[in-house]
């Protein structure tokens, strides 16, 4: 079982739509996440930390459930330009390794 | 604020021969990761350093890949024979610290094996 899985998508949505991803880990003594983006051809970029009280920037909410081990995205109001592969990233506190999945591929269409 | 930097961004070799990898990283970072990107997949950690000592290499494969970090500051990463297998793009990414803080990446070189 790999330590991050996510749904690879992709996920087609129209303009204005919201739009939500879970990304699952395997090891409970994971102790930071992330969300990170990712455009075609270009490096991934911090989207978001989540903390374990949720947190909400703007159009995107990230949520942490530490007792089923998983992680969500949420993307209101979906726009052209979020289009995107959406990463979820996870840190082992005792190795300190970020933990890539596979993305989520997000596509937004007029 | 200067960005991690790598280069060359493209490469293209044949099988069996041999390539490096350069890596520059932000100012003051002590972290820096080395990763593997294959096409459609998410990045796959390869060597992590903190300042010039080794954190992780659990996934370097070693045989072929060799990494080093000099002064704790910039990085090569090499591939001796390169196999068909090893084209994907190669990032490189920095932290300030280990735990908690935000990893910058740089634009990756691709490289392909014919």
């Known amino acids: 079982r790999k330590e991050v899985e996510q749904d690879p998508g992709p996920f087609n949505v129209p303009e204005g739509a919201t739009v939500a991803f879970n990304c699952t880990y395997s090891?409970?003594?994971?102790?930071?996440f992330f969300w990170y983006r990712q455009d075609c051809r270009k490096e991934p970029k911090l989207l978001m930390s989540?903390?374990?009280s949720g947190n909400e920037d703007g159009r995107f909410t990230a949520q942490l459930n530490r007792a089923s081990q998983y992680i969500s995205l949420l993307i209101r109001d979906s726009k052209l330009s979020d289009s995107a592969t959406y990463l979820c990233?996870?840190?082992?506190?005792?190795?300190?390794?970020?933990?890539f999945g596979t993305g989520t591929r997000l596509q937004v269409f007029p | 604020e200067a960005g991690v930097a790598q280069s060359p961004r493209y490469k293209i070799i044949e099988k069996r021969q041999s390539v490096a990898f350069w890596c520059n990283p932000i100012?003051?970072?002590?972290?820096l990761y080395w990763y593997q990107q294959i096409l459609g997949q998410g990045p796959k950690l390869l060597i992590q350093?903190?300042?010039?000592?080794?954190?992780?290499d659990s996934q370097l494969p070693k045989d072929r890949f060799s990494a080093e970090r000099l002064k704790g500051v910039d990085s090569t990463l090499k591939i001796q024979p390169a196999k068909l297998e090893d084209s994907a793009v190669y990032l490189c990414?920095?932290?300030?610290?280990?735990?908690?803080?935000?990893?910058?990446f740089g634009q990756g070189t691709r490289l392909t094996v014919v």
């Open positions: 990414a920095s932290s300030f610290d280990r735990v908690n803080t935000e990893a910058f």
């Open positions: 090891n409970s003594a994971s102790q930071s």
């Open positions: 989540v903390y374990s």
């Open positions: 990233v996870v840190n082992r506190y005792n190795t300190d390794k970020l933990i």
């Open positions: 100012s003051g970072h002590a972290t």
């Open positions: 350093f903190q300042n010039n000592g080794v954190v992780d």
